[in-house]
């Protein structure tokens, strides 16, 4: 017959606790480090636990040095801003100051005949109309819509305002003025006279503010 041994209950509970304590400690630490000692409370008891320094935040408790004696001599952890780098400024694109009356100006001549060249007043071509609107309100512009298209300020699509010029076709070949809600004033060609159509009665290319 074997032989049996009572075990000393408090020794079982004391152990049992160290246990829950060293084993609680090592699921948190994410960096190995030296061992430090951990008190177990109110049992006399502590135990060596590897890298539990090293548990963020945990200088941060209250009275924490008195369980791991080592942490008494630490400075609190210095507190960081973070610092969010601010994105660079994207320059903004001037408003367009005479933009209605520069549409109003375009569409003073609706109905008016196409003539390749023309400047106006009675009768015009696409780049014609564009600058002829533009010197009613005291602005000279390119004479080309290739030129107006490359020297004016690039406009998105989104942002257009009423007076923007709109270049169409591959090459900016063809321009018109935006006169707001989507829609263009423009000298089609010979056999349209001046009218307002729909942005996407022709391919975009794209526009620019002067």
């Known amino acids: 017959m074997g032989k049996h041994r009572r075990s000393n209950p408090r020794v079982t509970r004391n152990a049992a606790a160290v246990s829950a304590v060293a ?12 061992a430090a000692e951990v008190v177990i409370p109110n ?7 590897a890298g539990i320094e090293n548990t963020p935040g945990l200088n941060n408790v209250p009275g924490i040095d008195q369980w791991i004696p080592s942490l008494s001599s630490q400075a609190a952890p210095a507190a960081y801003a973070a610092v969010v780098e601010a994105p660079a400024a994207v320059q903004a694109v001037p408003a367009q100051s005479n933009g209605q009356a520069i549409v109003d100006a375009a569409r003073s001549k609706i109905g008016a005949p196409y003539g390749w060249g023309a400047t106006g007043p009675n009768a015009f071509d696409c780049s014609g109309l564009t ?3 533009y ?9 080309t819509s290739q ?14 305002q009423a007076g923007d010029i709109v270049a169409f076709y591959s090459g900016a070949t063809h321009v018109g003025i935006y006169s707001g809600h989507g829609t263009v004033i423009h000298a089609l060609n010979s056999s349209t006279p001046l009218s307002e ?14």
């Open 23 to 34: 084993l609680g400690a090592t699921a948190v630490i994410t960096n190995p480090a030296q």
């Open 43 to 49: 049992t006399g008891f502590s135990v060596e636990v």
């Open 131 to 133: 600058s002829w609107a």
């Open 135 to 143: 010197s009613q309100v005291g602005k000279s512009i390119p004479r």
């Open 147 to 160: 030129a107006q298209a490359a020297q004016g300020t690039p406009v998105a699509y989104s942002n257009l």
């Open 197 to 210: 159509h729909s942005l996407d009665y022709m391919p975009f290319h794209s526009a620019v503010r002067f």
